[in-house]
């Protein structure tokens, strides 16, 4: 009997550990850093992510972006926020700013920024910017929408244990075209643009969520 | 009484230090393609509203549009934006609006992640003396039941777009001509009683005076804090 029980025991708290277990896995894969993890946070070979060739010219569009001065965006930010590194790629952050949504921007370049350099300056001389959004949860699943909104433009990819969303952006002004790089992570969406081949934005994005 | 209302407060104030500065450091090309006049303000803005006055109808020529857009745009340089177009379609799935009797067309496009896309809607609606109210907001999209951006023209919603941003960089209006220079000159569009609207409060404001940029054949003419006329000279 003493025995009887003692198994009927190990099975009564081998049903709810096995469901504690599952909840704390579901909740690590949703939050956790993935710097614990491997999935994911290899560099990318060149070569190896295929992406839409698809494209509007420039001068095919109606409307166009208004450029300003990088320097005029948003509210100039005094101290570094923590979750915006330093360095990305070798490169300081030359300007950091806010807006009143929430969102901070660090805007990467290796080189002193002028007083007039826009974004498409800044991102045709190597530059990098990278943005991170409050996400509304009253607008629903980050990674689904944005997908969506894309269709076939999107490319999923693996950034750390995080859905990643890459696109080839359409040509600037300028003729230039760059990457960008967003995943949700947080409550935030995290957005990574630079002039860079899908793989180095790629290994670049995954640098920043997984530890070395 | 938190910090969000003073953020707010802040940036209306840095706005208009911000616009100032902007001018002074020369406007960058203001957006647009071969020529183009656009008036817009900075700051953070979740509403854009107001009306396109339609004061002239050229006739169609093949291989270039006209355009009169309003737009939202964000940190990262993404846009919505919608308005009135004649003429070529592009690309990004807006079609041709060549017909000889066309009046103008609806159009709305948006930028996100780089990647551009465009749609008709309402061909030839709008003539001269049309007036058509626009309404850009981040607000609920009644057909899914979630946030967008949405943007509404002539009282009519047109579509809803997801971008994670919930408040605009800028908001802007203008007037351009895409993929051609040679072109018909009289071409005139007159937006009144424009408004604006922030995340933090309810209500709206007056647009303000915008900072400017146009092409050197255009001509901006600022009627008031909620009014202003661009237009491509001479006209009739």
New interface residues.
């Given amino acids: 009997m003493p025995q009887a029980g003692s198994r009927r025991g190990t099975t009564n708290i081998g049903a709810p550990l096995l469901v504690v277990l599952a909840v704390v896995g579901v909740w690590m894969w949703r939050n956790v850093p993935s710097g614990s993890f491997a999935v994911g946070c290899g560099p990318v070979q060149a070569g190896t992510i295929q992406e839409s060739a698809s494209?509007?010219?420039?001068?095919?569009?109606?409307?166009?972006?208004?450029?300003?001065?990088v320097?005029?965006?948003?509210?100039e930010a005094t101290e570094a926020v923590a979750r915006m590194p330093d360095l990305i790629d070798g490169m300081s952050a030359v300007r950091r700013?806010f807006?009143?949504?929430g969102?901070d921007?660090a805007y990467y370049l290796g080189k002193g920024l002028d007083?007039?350099t826009?974004?498409?300056d800044l991102l045709a001389s190597g530059g990098i910017?990278l943005?991170h959004?409050?996400?509304?949860p009253?607008?629903?699943d980050?990674t689904s929408?944005?997908v969506?909104?894309?269709g076939e433009?999107?490319t999923v990819v693996e950034v750390g244990l995080f859905e990643g969303?890459l696109?080839?952006?359409?040509p600037e002004?300028n003729g230039r075209?760059?990457?960008?790089l967003?995943w949700a992570e947080s409550g935030y969406?995290v957005?990574l643009?630079a002039e860079r081949s899908a793989e180095s934005i790629v290994t670049l994005g995954r640098s920043l969520v997984c530890s070395p | 009484m938190g910090t969000k209302p003073l953020v707010w407060r802040r940036l209306r104030i840095l706005t208009a230090v911000m616009a100032g500065a902007a001018l002074a450091l020369t406007l960058s090309g203001a957006a647009l393609a071969d020529e183009s006049a656009a008036a817009g303000v900075y700051g953070g803005y979740d509403l854009f509203s107001g009306n396109q006055g339609i004061r002239t109808n050229p006739s169609t020529v093949t291989g270039f549009a006209f355009v009169h857009p309003v737009q939202a745009q964000t940190p990262s340089l993404a846009f919505v934006a919608i308005g009135t177009v004649k003429g070529k379609g592009n690309d990004g799935g807006c079609d041709d609006h060549y017909s000889p009797t066309a009046n103008w067309s609806g159009y709305w496009d948006r930028l996100y992640q780089g990647v551009y896309a465009c749609d008709n809607f309402s061909p030839n609606a709008w003539s001269t003396g049309s007036n058509p109210s626009f309404k850009i907001e981040y607000t609920l999209c009644a057909p899914l039941g979630f946030q967008r951006w949405v943007m509404t023209f002539s009282g009519s919603l047109r579509v809803c777009i997801y971008m994670p941003w919930t408040s605009a960089d800028s908001i802007t209006a203008g007037l351009e001509t895409v993929q051609s220079n040679t072109i018909d000159r009289n071409i005139d569009v007159a937006y009144t009683n424009l408004r604006k609207g922030y995340p933090c409060c309810t209500g709206t404001d007056p647009f303000g005076t915008p900072i400017h940029n146009e092409s050197p054949s255009y001509v901006y003419h600022l009627t008031s804090t909620t009014a202003f006329e661009v237009y491509l000279a001479p006209l009739d």
Avoid: C, Q
């Avoid at chain 1, 494209?55 to 001065?69: G, I, R």
């Avoid at chain 1, 696109?167 to 359409?170: E, H, I, K, P, R």
């Fill in positions: 494209f509007t010219p420039y001068d095919e569009m109606y409307s166009h972006p208004v450029l300003l001065p320097v005029a965006s948003g509210i700013a807006w009143p949504d969102s921007a007083d007039s826009t974004l498409p910017l943005i959004t409050p996400l509304d009253k607008a629903g980050f929408a944005t969506a909104e894309l433009r999107a969303i696109t080839y952006g359409d002004a075209r760059n990457h960008y967003t969406s957005n643009i």
